[in-house]
């Protein structure tokens, strides 16, 4: 299979085979990442990585990923770039991507990372936008395959705002792959309807159930994995955290939730998590509303049953899976 010069923005743009594929050169990768085999193989090229939105786990995955695959990475932050500012993303892309083999982008709307594809002489890869996540969907399926040997047919459960990137991503990862997603949350913070009808289409090909419920106990009987996100962005004010905290209170993933679920099911979460005090937010969090743990208890979080730390591994390994497929070929 040949990925070479394509774009990666969303899972939608994919087919099931295409993801596996990636998946398959993640695991090889990986494995030689953990023998010590060099695998430096785009030695020579150079990435650009555009964060408009501030990142640990995706600039190091992506930082680590091109220095072992022997190339050379430039990161911008906001006050780095001019991007839509004094220079339109058309002019600027097509300007790096006379400098650059190919080009990352984490910030705000889908279409902003669409346009840059649309103009961009080179692969762009989307870090993160408020629609879509499919590098951390990578991450996770890589994740799910290793734990359960399997990805198609697992009984997947999402908890939480589900409108948004990570929702959104997670039900377009399900359909695509086979996978039997509930959402489970207050039907406020349902995805939207245009994105649950296509999904649907595609599992009628993929043997994928999509099911949407506000009951915790019915939605999460006989998961394999829960996973849920935090519930509120930073920098939103203050009303939103109130009103969200108030909504999705009832949707906190704790042990009662991971028993209901049974004995084999898994925790993930794509991090950062706010399951206790030991944060400026999370101490923030409890001296203006109370709690110690939001969207999933520390017993959760730290328990057996997770498997984040083995998740945010593998953003790595499929980020450099990306690199590599649509670079080298």
């Not at 040949?2 to 774009?7: A, C, M």
């Not at 555009?50 to 932050?77: H, Q, Y």
């Not at 892309?93 to 190919?102: A, T």
Request: glycine share 8%; hydrophobic share 40%; proline share 2%.
């Amino acid at each position: 299979m040949n990925l070479k010069g394509r774009d990666f923005l969303k899972l939608l743009d994919y087919t099931p085979e295409e993801i596996t594929y990636l998946l398959d050169v993640a695991v090889d990768l990986k494995e030689k990442k953990r023998n010590g085999i060099l695998h430096d193989e785009l030695k020579g090229k150079n990435v650009a990585l555009i964060f408009e939105k501030t990142s640990t786990r995706t600039r190091c995955a992506f930082e680590v990923a091109a220095k072992d695959l022997g190339m050379g990475s430039t990161f911008l932050n906001p006050t780095d770039s001019q991007i839509g500012k004094k220079e339109s993303i058309a002019d600027t892309v097509r300007v790096l991507s006379r400098f650059y083999d190919g080009i990352e982008y984490r910030g705000f709307e889908q279409d902003i990372v669409e346009t840059m594809a649309k103009y961009s002489s080179v692969p762009v890869w989307n870090g993160l936008t408020n629609e879509f996540h499919p590098t951390q969907m990578l991450a996770d399926l890589l994740t799910i395959r290793e734990h359960f040997g399997r990805i198609k047919g697992i009984n997947f459960v999402y908890m939480g705002d589900a409108r948004y990137n990570m929702g959104n991503s997670y039900i377009v990862t399900a359909a695509k792959m086979g996978m039997n997603i509930t959402i489970v949350t207050n039907k406020k913070y349902f995805p939207e309807q245009g994105l649950i009808d296509t999904c649907n289409e595609i599992a009628k090909q993929t043997g994928a159930t999509l099911k949407f419920t506000e009951d915790v106990m019915e939605g999460t009987k006989g998961a394999d994995v829960i996973a849920t996100d935090i519930w509120v962005s930073m920098g939103e004010p203050e009303e939103v955290w109130e009103e969200r905290i108030k909504d999705l209170s009832p949707y906190q993933v704790n042990m009662d939730v991971m028993n209901n679920a049974g004995e084999g099911a898994v925790f993930m979460h794509c991090l950062p998590s706010f399951h206790d005090l030991n944060t400026t937010i999370g101490k923030e969090i409890k001296e203006k509303f109370g709690l110690d743990e939001m969207e999933v208890t520390n017993e959760v979080f730290e328990s057996e049953r997770s498997i984040v730390f083995d998740e945010a591994e593998n953003r790595m390994h499929t980020i450099k899976a990306v690199m590599y497929a649509t670079l080298k070929g």
